[in-house]
């Protein structure tokens, strides 16, 4: 079952902040967050383990709420640079253990203006 | 680090033709992954393969797919006959999986139109 992600696009000035949501209707065990450039490959961004954690990177940070079976990304002070599509990729694989079989969001096409 | 290598990088063709593309994963990734990314959609998993062993193909058609990796490295993705809905970008992707949930490396793609 794909994740849903919203919203499907965002527009921003630089220096304004965004949050993209990834919602499972299964339980989730892992989500990766990745961005993809036009005519690029998906980039890694981070990764998130049950448990509730949050993690950050640089002005990008994410949260994973088991519970809620959902992961927010959220990006803060937006520079041109984070202009691209974001993808959330989930494992529910009821073991815990990924071995890489990911199931992407539609993805969350961001672009920043100047 | 040499990334993932791809190739073609473009490809064209007409429907019913056949056509393969080639991936080379980061050296010493053991698990190899093909994923189909339909415009505006998000990557979809074919097929992944441990060193030189299929661990999963469930969503791969295989009346039309196939796909092999060589020696536990390289690996072609080859689609006969082909159909208008292929069209697609074609990513690769390799993984260390040294640990439990590593992270994926992608190649650029190869961009399909079936004519």
């Known amino acids: 079952q794909q994740p849903v992600q919203s919203p499907q696009a965002v527009i921003l000035r630089e220096g304004e902040d965004a949050v993209i949501n990834c919602s499972s209707s299964?339980?989730?065990?892992?989500v990766h967050w990745y961005r993809q450039k036009h005519g690029e490959a998906p980039v890694f961004l981070m990764i998130?383990?049950?448990?509730?954690e949050q993690k950050g990177h640089d002005k990008i940070s994410a949260s994973f709420n088991e519970k809620k079976q959902q992961s927010s990304l959220y990006l803060t002070a937006s520079q041109l640079s984070y202009s691209g599509t974001y993808f959330c990729g989930t494992d529910n694989n009821a073991g815990g253990t990924s071995y890489g079989k990911l199931t992407f969001g539609q993805g969350t096409i961001l672009t920043v203006h100047p | 680090e040499a990334g993932v290598a791809q190739s073609p990088r473009y490809k064209i063709i007409e429907k019913r033709q056949s056509v393969a593309f080639w991936c080379n994963p980061i050296?010493?990734?053991?698990?190899l992954y093909w994923y189909q990314q339909i415009l505006g959609q998000g990557p979809k998993l074919l097929i992944q393969?441990?060193?030189?062993?299929?661990?999963?193909d469930s969503q791969l058609p295989k009346d039309r797919f196939s796909a092999e990796r060589l020696k536990g490295v390289d690996s072609t993705l080859k689609i006969q006959p082909a159909k208008l809905e292929d069209s697609a970008v074609y990513l690769c992707?390799?993984?260390?999986?040294?640990?439990?949930?590593?992270?994926?490396?992608f190649g650029s793609g190869t961009q399909l139109s079936v004519l």
């Open positions: 050296s010493g990734h053991a698990t």
């Open positions: 998130l383990l049950k448990g509730g």
């Open positions: 992707a390799s993984s260390p999986m040294t640990a439990v949930n590593e992270k994926l490396f």
């Open positions: 299964k339980a989730l065990y892992s």
């Open positions: 393969f441990q060193n030189n062993g299929v661990v999963d």
